[in-house]
């Protein structure tokens, strides 16, 4: 049995909301993150049909209404980007019959999937994203680490706490099932080896400035192909981009962005990291630290269906804010320490961002490696193992 059917996801809530109020749902998320589990838990009297399965895959593809018509209770269709017709009939269907809660749609493949739902099922379904465990999940099952090392290189996905497996035991196969099956229903890539480095490469830069053209240069690609691959890296739920932060919005989409990845465990085995006294000398340790704290935040928003803007602050005079949570009229500065000891330096740029901006900032926050939590007069200290929720 799966943890994470012991588990209670905290986009359950959610998903349960909107099933009374649309006639089709959609969760999406990497490979192996508890998609099926959770809709199986959550509904269990729905028929569930694996598209993935040859025979029910032949079924729909050449008589989707059949197909669709024998199933009148409510439907779990996994992996449905398989069968792209069936989109328009799920619509057509959901017409006629007003019902909500009719469909429930899963896919890894969030390009495929999204662009389907955004073709047929616009203004009848809602989308939500279903990640990795997060930190309070596992601890809501008395998983707890003594140390944020332990749970960095391991990583989130639920098999692995489920099976109590190492890292070496499923993130090589994880990698090569990525680039083997999915890479190639979204691109054409001649070059395996070539794509094997760019992730490589991508992984040594987490929490940096994306530099196509220098990365481009190191894989022997093109820089409108190492463009086109940080998209798929986005879109299959592999890594994705915190876009610069400015006051001025039309600033705000010129600047690169940083690069993170979804679940660090598969960063840390990118990087050759294999146990913790690999990562404790790495010179990544304090990047994957920062990359693990904006997951969790990303979580947050994903758990409760928000889309609050998330980014990061640098200024040419050399301040850094590594995390921007933009609310509109006010904002968040969160600064991020891998450091067990709190020393003055860390407020540095904190104190300096409220200087220096015109827009009222909601609160300030210190998240570091340590444990002690503090209240000072501007700033909140917090440990990573309580990073606030409400953000």
Known sequence: MYICIMIQRC?????????????????TGP????????????????IYLNLENPVQREFAYTDPVGFLRKHQQGLILDEIQNVPSLFSFIQTIADETGKTGKFILTGSNNFLLLEKITQSLAGRVTIFHLLPFSLAELASANFIFANYEDILWRGFYPRLHDKKLDPADIYPSYIQTYIERDLRKLINIKNLNQFQR???????????????????????????????????????FIAYTLPAWHENFSKRITKSPKLY?????????????????????????????????????RKFHFNKYITTGMYF?????????????????????VEIKSGRTVNQDFFKNLQSIKKISKKKIEKALLIYGGEEETERSDISVRSWKNIPDNL
């Open 11 to 27: 986009l359950s809530g959610k998903i349960l909301e909107h099933v009374r109020k649309m006639p089709v749902l959609a969760i």
């Open 313 to 333: 602050w640098r200024e040419h005079n050399g301040l850094e804010i590594d995390l921007i949570i933009d609310k509109g009229s006010r904002f968040i500065p």
């Open 31 to 46: 490979r192996q993150s508890g998609k099926t589990t959770l809709v199986k838990h959550l509904f269990p009297d729905y």
């Open 198 to 236: 760019f992730l490589h490469l991508s992984a040594g830069r987490i929490g940096q400035i994306v530099n196509c053209s220098n990365i481009a240069q190191e894989t022997g690609v093109d820089f409108k192909t190492i463009q086109n691959w940080i998209s798929i890296l986005e879109t299959s």
């Open 261 to 297: 990845f979804y679940d660090t465990g598969i960063a840390c085995y990118l990087l050759g990291i294999n146990s913790i006294n690999d990562l404790d000398v790495h010179f990544a340790k304090g990047a994957l630290f920062e990359n693990l704290v904006i997951n969790e935040i």
